[in-house]
T-cell receptor, first 114, second 113 residues
Framework: AQSVTQLGSHVSVSEGALVLLRCNYS??????LFWYVQYPNQGLQLLLK??????LVKGINGFEAEFKKSETSFHLTKPSAHMSDAAEYFC????????????FGTGTSLTVIP | NAGVTQTPKFRVLKTGQSMTLLCAQD?????MYWYRQDPGMGLRLIHY???????AKGEVPDGYNVSRLKKQNFLLGLESAAPSQTSVYFC????????????FGPGTRLTVL
């Protein structure tokens, strides 16, 4: 089974600073990769996804992520943090061959300091 | 479209009681999923379904049962609730597996006393 590692359960950045949230996956076969955001007391919303078309993926709200096969990573970035970015972020993978299940990381809580 | 809806939003149970959580989707999706979310553990898959009449176990199925009698509904049952089942439960649906993302409901917060 896949495993997903999100380094840093809590990340704090100043408003306007770079946001970097880390995600590494375990599969030797590159999976499909997703980033979701969860605002307080809400369900998960898709930010962006990688499906092998391009290694740099742009998502909503100015976020982007780069797939690096050599590092088995899919880190999420945003050049300039906004107060409204404060939320929980989850990385998820889906196996290419079976695709029936998603495997989620444990999440990273992002705090934006004014 | 309402998307994915979950009923109820909140519930408090006593140990040993039973209940059913309802998930409904109006997007004609084939795949449906039940997750639980616990602090520091992310989302863990309980059961899932790849079509009407089918169900399969996920990562943490013990203590739960599911049914998918209609394509649009996916029910999660707790036969004898335990405090360890206190959690937030999310339902999700997807038109297919793999490349297509999952669409999530708003969640059900369950407390078992």
């Amino acid at each position: 089974a896949q495993s997903v590692t999100q380094l840093g359960s809590h990340v704090s950045v100043s408003e306007g600073a770079l946001v970097l949230l880390r995600c590494n996956y375990s599969s030797s076969v590159p999976p499909y990769l997703f980033w979701y955001v969860q605002y307080p007391n809400q369900g998960l919303q898709l930010l962006l996804k990688y499906t092998s078309a391009a290694t740099l993926v742009k998502g909503i709200n100015g976020f982007e992520a780069e797939f690096k096969k050599s590092e088995t990573s899919f880190h999420l970035t945003k050049p300039s943090a906004h107060m409204s970015d404060a939320a929980e972020y989850f990385c998820a993978v889906s196996e290419v061959l079976t695709g029936n299940q998603f495997y989620f990381g444990t999440g990273t809580s992002l705090t934006v300091i004014p | 479209n309402a998307g994915v809806t979950q009923t109820p939003k909140f519930r408090v149970l006593k140990t040993g009681q039973s209940m059913t959580l309802l998930c409904a989707q109006d997007m004609n999706h084939e795949y449906m999923y039940w997750y639980r979310q616990d602090p520091g553990m992310g989302l863990r898959l309980i059961h899932y379904s790849v079509g009407e009449g089918t169900t399969a176990k996920g990562e943490v199925p013990d203590g739960y049962n599911v049914s998918r009698l209609k394509k649009q509904n996916f029910l999660l049952g707790l036969e004898s609730a335990a405090p360890s089942q206190t959690s937030v439960y999310f339902c999700a649906s997807s038109p297919s597996g793999g490349i297509i993302e999952q669409f999530f409901g708003p969640g059900t917060r369950l407390t078992v006393l």
